[in-house]
Nanobody, 128 residues
Framework: QVQLVESGGGLVQAGGSLRLSCAAS????????MGWFRQAPGKEREFVTAISRSGGSTYYADSVKGRFTISRDSAKNTVYLQMNSLKPEDTAVYYC?????????????????????WGQGTQVTVSS
């Protein structure tokens, strides 16, 4: 299993910015496609964004297009989520996930059940 740890969450004002990090570790010999999901109180887990193994392709939920950017640094074995123009509705616990078994790349990056490794989550709160 790939071990993932998120960091960078916090409290920001609407319109502000925040950068989340997801550090991967474990006995891996190659990189994997990665995704970010979020879950607000009383709501189901929601797809946010994903990035391919090489970093050449990215995908975003309509609600965050133009505001969020996903990227990866292979040398640091880390995936980032840059969040700009934050809105109160972005408030949620954010989780990173790894497609280490290659299911999401075949069946859809937006399907949470296709990812096999998850981080512990980091809280993002946007005040109005």
């Amino acid at each position: 299993q790939v071990q993932l740890v998120e960091s960078g969450g916090g409290l920001v004002q609407a319109g502000g910015s925040l950068r989340l990090s997801c550090a991967a570790s474990g006995r891996t010999f190659s990189s994997y496609a990665m995704g970010w999901f979020r879950q607000a109180p009383g709501k189901e887990r929601e797809f946010v964004t994903a990035i391919s193994r090489s970093g050449g392709s990215t995908y975003y939920a309509d609600s965050v297009k133009g505001r969020f950017t996903i990227s990866r640094d292979s040398a640091k074995n880390t995936v980032y989520l840059q969040m700009n123009s934050l809105k109160p509705e972005d408030t949620a616990v954010y989780y990173c996930a790894a497609d280490s078994l290659g299911r999401a790349v075949l069946r859809g990056y937006g399907r949470w059940d296709q990812y096999d490794s998850w981080g512990q989550g980091t809280q993002v709160t946007v005040s109005s």
